[in-house]
T-cell receptor
């Protein structure tokens, strides 16, 4: 069952520009997480935002959460070539011990 | 050097064979997970375990089996009953503190190909 859906599926931007990815989900959550995956590698946790938080920052990352719209966005500022990767949102259903990943956004930073 | 390891990195299987993928963690995490990832897709949960000697089916458990005899280890067996096993398999672990789930730490993955 798909809980989170990222948008867009793919994104290409010039190095130095900002990249924005969105995630929509269906049921109420305790928290939402964003992960990055480089090609052929495991996922790396980027940031976790709890349901009572609206915005969170970590370095060049900014995550927002709108529980009324059941959506989140991940903003990467001043993109670099090393940011090229797939980005996944993951949500936990309120009454479940599992987290569910979306299909991801493939981000390509152009030199 | 703490972390989560998977072996082998690449695995080839003939049809009808069972194969076992290894996953070990030294993070002292209670929970461990197995996911399957197909090209261009997200992760789908196969099995997860929150405590030694206990595990639960995920969304796509058919054709797979697991064991959790030790806290550090959570091997996954892909049986001959799994009709389309070619995929990238990811193992993860997390700390369970009774509250909202914490972040998951992932291994580097095993790419399984059926010949």
């Amino acid at each position: 069952s798909q809980q989170g859906e990222e948008d867009p599926q793919a994104l290409s931007i010039q190095e130095g520009e900002n990249a924005t990815m969105n995630c929509s989900y269906k049921t109420s959550i305790n928290n939402l997480q964003w992960y990055r995956q480089n090609s052929g590698r495991g996922l790396v946790h980027l940031i976790l935002i709890r349901s009572n938080e609206r915005e969170k920052h970590s370095g060049r990352l900014r995550v927002t959460l709108d529980t009324s719209k059941k959506s989140s966005s991940l903003l990467i500022t001043a993109s670099r070539a090393a940011d090229t990767a797939s980005y996944f949102c993951a949500t936990d259903a309120s009454r479940d011990d599992k987290i569910i990943f979306g299909k991801g956004t493939r981000l390509h930073i152009l030199p | 050097d703490g972390g989560i390891t998977q072996s082998p990195k690449y695995l080839f299987r003939k049809e009808g064979q069972n194969v076992t993928l290894s996953c070990e963690q030294n993070l002292n995490h209670d929970a461990m997970y197995w996911y399957r990832q197909d090209p261009g897709q997200g992760l789908r949960l196969i099995y997860y375990s929150q405590i030694v000697n206990d595990f639960q089916k995920g969304d796509i458990a058919e054709g797979y089996s697991v064991s959790r005899e030790k806290k550090e280890s959570f091997p996954l067996t892909v049986t001959s009953a799994q009709k389309n096993p070619t995929a990238f398999y990811l193992c993860a672990s997390s700390q369970l503190a009774g509250g909202p789930l914490n972040e998951q730490f992932f291994g580097p993955g095993t790419r399984l190909t059926v010949l």
